[in-house]
C-alpha cells in the first residue's frame, strides 16, 4: 500500500515484516511518564540505536526474566566475607594457616548467597520508624 502525498510517496510495507517464526505482538504494556521521562527514555533507546518501543520491550521483558540474585553483588559480599573472616586473626596476631585460608573458602562458597540475600534484605526493608 502506498501513500501519495504532494510531493513524496511512502511504501508503508516497509519495516513492517515479522521474523520468520515470531509470533504477531498484539497486546500492549503501557506506563505514563512525564515529558522529561520520555525524552530521558527516547535518548536511551537512541543510544542503543533502536525504538523507543523495542528498547522498553527488551528492558521490561529482561527484568520480567530476571531472578533477584545479582552475581555481582554475591560476588562482592564473598569477597567482603573473605577479608572479614581473614582479618580479624590477622589483627589478633594469629598465623593463617594454608588450611584456615581453605576452611574460609569453603565456608564462603557455602554461605555466600545466604549472606548476600540477607544484605539485601536489610537495604530493600522499610527504614524502622522513630
Known amino acids: 500500500m502506498k501513500l501519495i502525498t504532494h510531493t513524496q510517496s ?4 516497509v519495516g513492517q515484516t515479522r521474523s520468520a517464526g515470531r509470533t504477531g505482538r498484539d497486546r ?9 521521562e520520555r525524552q530521558e527514555l527516547h535518548a536511551a533507546a537512541r543510544a542503543k540505536g533502536t ?16 531472578s533477584d540474585e545479582d552475581p555481582l553483588f554475591i560476588e562482592l559480599i ?3 566475607m ?19 585460608y581453605t576452611r574460609i573458602s569453603a565456608a564462603v562458597r557455602s554461605d555466600k548467597r545466604k549472606v548476600a540475600h540477607e544484605i539485601q534484605q536489610q537495604y530493600t526493608a522499610p527504614a524502622p520508624k522513630e
Not at 500492549?28 to 522529561?36: E, L, Q, S
Not at 525504538?51 to 530476571?66: P, T
Not at 573473605?82 to 584456615?100: Q, S
Open 78 to 80: 564473598a569477597t567482603r
Open 10 to 13: 511512502i511504501d508503508l510495507s
Open 28 to 36: 500492549m504494556a503501557n506506563a505514563r511518564v512525564t515529558g522529561a
Open 51 to 66: 525504538s523507543l518501543s523495542e528498547w522498553a520491550r527488551e528492558v521490561l521483558l529482561r527484568e520480567a526474566r530476571s
Open 82 to 100: 573473605v577479608l572479614l573472616n581473614l582479618l580479624k586473626p590477622l589483627a589478633m596476631g594469629k598465623i593463617v594457616t594454608p588450611e584456615d
